[in-house]
Structures are given as structure tokens and as C-alpha cells.
């Protein structure tokens, strides 16, 4: 029945509550959306969930789309890329969490050390005070693995540029940054 119908005509029907335009848009688009999580998250089974909630979000804010500002393949690829990162970036969150909270009980530490707390994060602030002085590249990379807490081809998929080239910018950066505090124990 609506498969004569335009994608951008398919989302002014889903926006006015027409089921069956929706059914069609989610067979239209859910191999791009799927592909679109499966590119940034890998294949895990944070992609089903991600594809559901981009659907969902679909669903309720249809009336959100512009044609103005680009395609409704563009549209639900972008919903389908912000959802994929912010999955992505939660994920890598509780693991950084998990991972630290696991070491201090493998660690058999009950109470935490003052002193040791105090001297980290001094160190702490003299290293994000280089990773401020880093150029703009070097220094979103850096920080994303450093501070962060994520990994190379994460950072990637985040910055939509090669894992190459940021295993590049980590490295010149951690050398600048060898070298800046070098000077400044000089």
C-alpha cells in the first residue's frame, strides 16, 4: 500500500501516528540503521538494542525531521550514528568503572591511602595541564585514551576518522607530551 510512497511522505505519516508508513520506513531503512551501529559498536548485542531505540525514537519524533536539512536516509543514519556512539561511550564508561573498582579489591584495599590520593592527583593535574598544551588533534586523542579511558578504534568511530591516524596523533602526542614535561622538570 505505501510502498509507492516517497520516504520523506512516509515520515509525515509516522509523524501523524500511521503505523503502517512506519512499518514500511523500518523495512526501508533498518539493514542502513543496523549496518550504521554495527560499524561503530561491532558485532555485539548492543546493536539490536540500538537499532530498537532508534526505531523508537523514530517512532516519537517523526515530526522532528526536516527536509531541509538533508534526506530521510541521512536523518535516520545520523539518529542511528548518535545512538551507536552514545551506546558505545556508556559502555566503554562502566568497563573504565568496573575495571578500577575491580583493581582496588584486587588490590585488597579497604581504606584509601591520603597521602597516595593527594600525590595522584597532583600528578593528575600536571598531566592534563600538558595535554592542555598539545594541539587540538593530538590533544582530543590523548585525552580520549588517557583520561577517558578508551581505546584507539573507539576513538575512531567517535571521530569518524581512520584507527590509523589516531594511533598517530596518540603517539606524536604522548611524545610532545615526554618532552613538555621534560622541560617542565628542568
Request: charged letters at 30%; aromatic letters at 4%; proline letters at 2%.
Amino acid at each position: 500500500m505505501t510502498s509507492e510512497l516517497t520516504s520523506q511522505e512516509l515520515l509525515l505519516r509516522v509523524a501523524q501516528g500511521d503505523r503502517a508508513a512506519f512499518d514500511e520506513v523500518h523495512d526501508r531503512f533498518r539493514g542502513m540503521v543496523r549496518a550504521a551501529a554495527t560499524r561503530i559498536l561491532g558485532r555485539s548485542q548492543d546493536v539490536d538494542d540500538v537499532c530498537q531505540d532508534v526505531f523508537f525514537s523514530l517512532w516519537c519524533q517523526a515530526g522532528r525531521y526536516d527536509p531541509e536539512r538533508g534526506s530521510p536516509s541521512t536523518w535516520i543514519g545520523l539518529l542511528a550514528r548518535r545512538r551507536a556512539v552514545d551506546c558505545l561511550r556508556s559502555k566503554l564508561h562502566r568497563e573504565v568503572k568496573t575495571a578500577h573498582i575491580g583493581e582496588v579489591f584486587a588490590a585488597g584495599q579497604k581504606t584509601a591511602d591520603v597521602t597516595a590520593i593527594c600525590q595522584e592527583s597532583e600528578s593528575a593535574g600536571r598531566v592534563k595541564d600538558v595535554i592542555a598544551r598539545l594541539p587540538e588533534d593530538q590533544r582530543t586523542a590523548v585525552s580520549l585514551s588517557l583520561l577517558g579511558g578508551f581505546k584507539g578504534r573507539h576513538i575512531a568511530a567517535i571521530q569518524r576518522v581512520p584507527h590509523a591516524t589516531i594511533k598517530t596523533r596518540i603517539r606524536r602526542g604522548l611524545e610532545r607530551m615526554r618532552v613538555l614535561m621534560a622541560q617542565d622538570a628542568a
